[in-house]
């Protein structure tokens, strides 16, 4: 019996341990001058092109870490979404899954590629539920502090109207 406590103490002990010692990832907002640049100038771009800026948000990320981001979505409306990393890191990837997490996109970008701390994507949702995006940057020499920024651009209904998704507006894996 006096086995059986110990056990007992010591799983107690090794659980309690684990869920103290797990990191937890806050979210907090970033500045990055060359950024906040570039998420300036394709907010322009954008609103030229009849697109409405509905969220944006500068986010700290770590290496290799995937950063949730969940947006409720309209169906057949017309969204526009863009991740900028930082400029440093090597590699960008962004996915975005639908409520019942199936995969419904998948964008990568390497460092060197024009444009390449940049994803950016047009998704017309089949059903109207919420989504997650989640984007991620890999950079060797900097694992932490890096600095992230989302945004989320509807094109209004008096320049496209409401569109019908067909197999060809959704795009997933390249």
Not at 66 to 78: A, D, F, Q, R
Not at 96 to 101: F, G, H, I, Q, R
Not at 109 to 128: A, C, E, F
């Amino acid at each position: 019996m006096k086995n059986l406590n110990h056990l007992f103490i010591a799983f107690f002990l090794f659980i309690s341990h684990s869920a103290i010692s797990q990191e937890v990832i806050r979210l907090q907002s970033c500045t990055n001058d060359m950024i906040a640049q570039q998420a300036d100038s394709l907010k322009n771009l954008y609103t030229k092109d009849g697109y409405v800026l509905l969220k944006e948000a500068s986010i700290t990320m770590q290496s290799e870490f995937e950063m949730p981001v969940i947006v409720p979505l309209t169906e057949g409306s017309w969204y526009q979404f863009v991740f900028i990393g930082d400029y440093t890191s090597r590699l960008y990837e962004v996915r975005m899954y639908d409520w019942s997490e199936r995969m419904v996109i998948f964008r990568q970008k390497k460092w060197g590629d024009v444009d390449g701390n940049v994803i950016s994507y047009t998704y017309i949702p089949k059903i109207s539920e919420f989504h997650m995006m989640k984007p991620v940057q890999v950079n060797k020499q900097k694992k932490k502090n890096l600095c992230g920024y989302v945004m989320l651009f509807k094109r209004t209904n008096g320049e496209t109207g409401s569109v019908t998704p067909t197999a060809t507006t959704i795009q997933t894996a390249q």
